[in-house]
Nanobody, 127 residues
């Protein structure tokens, strides 16, 4: 079955950096656009970034634009989220998700479009 496993979360001071990884299995990875979402306590899950199946297109939420970079390695079935200049408001559980696009150069910010989700990794930014 399809599995998405996030890693790389942790505790970091404001201004620091983290690199999240999401390893996928059980699917043809390049057929899927990949997205990162996050959910802070008491808040709805929100879109962070997405990348198309063959990395032709990326898209970022305004709240992270310029500080975050999404990338993927289709040979390793892994998507990454490099986060720099972290702020306390970035504290959340971060989830990766897969959206079947059959390799098309599309990305989506809509949670309901994603077919599979990981279990999440906690990112805590201290002041």
């Amino acid at each position: 079955q399809v599995q998405l496993v996030e890693s790389g979360g942790g505790l970091v001071q404001a201004g620091g950096s983290l690199r999240l990884s999401c390893a996928a299995s059980g699917l043809t990875f390049s057929d899927y656009a990949m997205g990162w979402f996050r959910q802070a306590p008491g808040k709805e899950r929100e879109f962070v970034a997405a990348i198309s199946g063959r990395a032709v297109r990326t898209y970022y939420a305004d709240s992270v634009k310029g500080r975050v970079s999404i990338s993927r390695d289709n040979a390793k079935n892994t998507v990454y989220l490099q986060m720099n200049s972290l702020k306390t408001e970035d504290t959340a559980v971060y989830y990766c998700a897969a959206d079947l696009t059959l390799g098309g150069a599309t990305t989506t910010t809509a949670k309901y479009e994603y077919d599979y989700w990981g279990q999440g990794t906690q990112v805590t930014v201290s002041s």
